[in-house]
């Protein structure tokens, strides 16, 4: 059972994410107000945008977390498959993946989040590395096409591990046992959430005030030296300051706090890289200001699976 | 009951093909038109029937082959009822039995419903517009009040290609351009070149 204090710390940090809503909202409002030229009033209607997405999501995530297991594990068995449909869409799979693809939808998806649910951690972590990584190319070589078979194939691979595997790391949290924490898991989900996005948000914020250095221009002008160490030092002290709701002491708080921002760099950057490649600004358009799903869990897919596994090892059993 | 199965599966085929809608006019499409678009899935007309706002959809009815949608009850049930479909027989080539397919398509818009057909007459592999055959430029002629519509169905020969039953969840785009005008004088075949590459260049 959760215990009554624990509780509490849920929904100190569910109102925390909200109060931070109503200030953004705010903000928002009297920005849109004071622009004068076109080109900030294009900023600032992004900017609201995106904090107007921010409501839902934050809404329809503290609904999922607020009904234990089931809800978080739906909500991101659903992203996954919004962030997968986003990156197949993307790739240039032929007719012959299209039974391949079958599989990886509909059983080796449902499957994988079956496996969180059900707690079954040594199947969870090899099931798609180990099974689905022989299972597909052997089901697409049935298919018979061989043309850019390589390609194709690891294409699908990369896609299954990025949308869904490295993607259920994140319900998975609520599976890990620690010792004195039982119960509370919701709370290092909503942690690492808190801080994959605050990292985010303040790159951008940082990034938009004070960017002048890129760091990979080449892949993304929108991000700079200045949004970066502004961006991963902010989200980590915010991290830091919410050591209270984890199993960990402030120390170690910002140590995964920095681990954290640090994997959702890469992440994001990465997959700013995918974008290029296939010559699109964004995976999709299903969030308003944000663009697709997959563009905005890119920095999670990466610091999810590290997060947990640093946490399983020094914390877990 | 019917109306509620077709929001139904109006919104499923919406789900399954995550499909959003592109206008290259900016007016919507209002009062009666004959929607006509390339062919390359199972998927086409029932995407293209989803997208259309509710009143709309409800007044437009698909053209579809007689001997496939009358195959078995639920197919039958789905296409007389659901989709309301102008099920036209496809076996036949003589003259006489094209007069009445087509005759069957005036009696839908002169009962003030529009239409959805496919000028490619049967589905292609996805990757080019086939030549458009000459059943558009006969309804264009015989009533030109209706507004010919050309739409663009984008990537839905990737989530259920030919010869497959389920579909592969990705995103598709539905674009509706511009009306197209019969021109004064013109010969059917220059209006039926003109009728696909309007269709042709709403691809992105």
Known sequence: M???????????????????????????????GRVTSDSERATVANLNARIRAWWVMSVVSAIALLTRGVGSVLLFALTSFFAL??????????????????????????????????????LFA???????????????????????????????????????????????LLTLHIKGYENANGKLLLFLVIVVETSDVFQYVW??????????????PNKTWEGFLGGIATATLIGTGLWWVTPFTPWQA???????????????????????????????TLIPGHGGVLDRIDSLCFAAPVFFHFTRYFFGP | MTGILAACIAALARLASGASVRCVDDRPCRGQCIFFANHCSHLDFVVLWSVLPKDLRARTRPVAAKDYWEADRLRRYAATRVFRAVLIDRQGGSLGQLRAQMDQLIEALDAGDSLIIFP????????????????LDYLARQRPNVDLVPVHLHNLYRIMPKGEFLPVPQ???????????????????AFLVRAREAVESLKQ
Not at chain 1, 91 to 114: A, E, I, K, N, S
Not at chain 2, 120 to 135: D, H, M, N, W, Y
Request: net charge positive; proline share 5%.
């Open chain 2, 120 to 135: 490619e007459g049967t589905r292609g592999s996805g990757l080019e517009i086939g030549p458009f055959k000459s059943g």
């Open chain 1, 2 to 32: 959760i215990s009554d204090v624990l509780d509490r710390e849920l929904l100190w940090l569910v109102g925390g994410v909200l109060g931070v809503l109503v200030v953004a909202s705010i903000v928002g409002a009297i920005l849109a």
């Open chain 1, 85 to 122: 449909r986003e990156f197949i869409t993307l790739v240039p799979t032929r007719h012959g993946d299209h039974r391949t693809l079958l599989w990886v939808f509909f059983v080796v998806m449902p499957v994988q989040y079956w496996l969180v649910w059900s707690d079954w951690y040594g």
């Open chain 1, 126 to 172: 090899i099931f798609i590395p180990v099974f689905a990584f022989l299972l597909l190319p052997t089901r697409n070589a049935i298919a018979g096409d061989t043309e850019r078979f390589l390609e194709r194939t690891a294409t699908i691979q990369w896609a299954l591990m990025i949308c869904v595997y490295c993607v259920s790391y994140a319900p998975a």
């Open chain 1, 207 to 220: 990034g938009k005030l004070f960017g002048r250095h890129r760091i990979a221009p080449t892949v993304s």
């Open chain 1, 254 to 284: 910002a140590l995964m706090s920095l681990l954290i921002t640090l994997m959702g760099f890469a992440g994001g950057l990465t997959m700013s890289a995918i974008k290029r490649d296939r010559g699109v600004k964004d995976f999709g």
């Open chain 2, 171 to 189: 995103l598709s785009c539905v674009s509706f351009g511009p009306p197209l005008r019969l021109q004064e004088g013109g010969s059917k075949a």
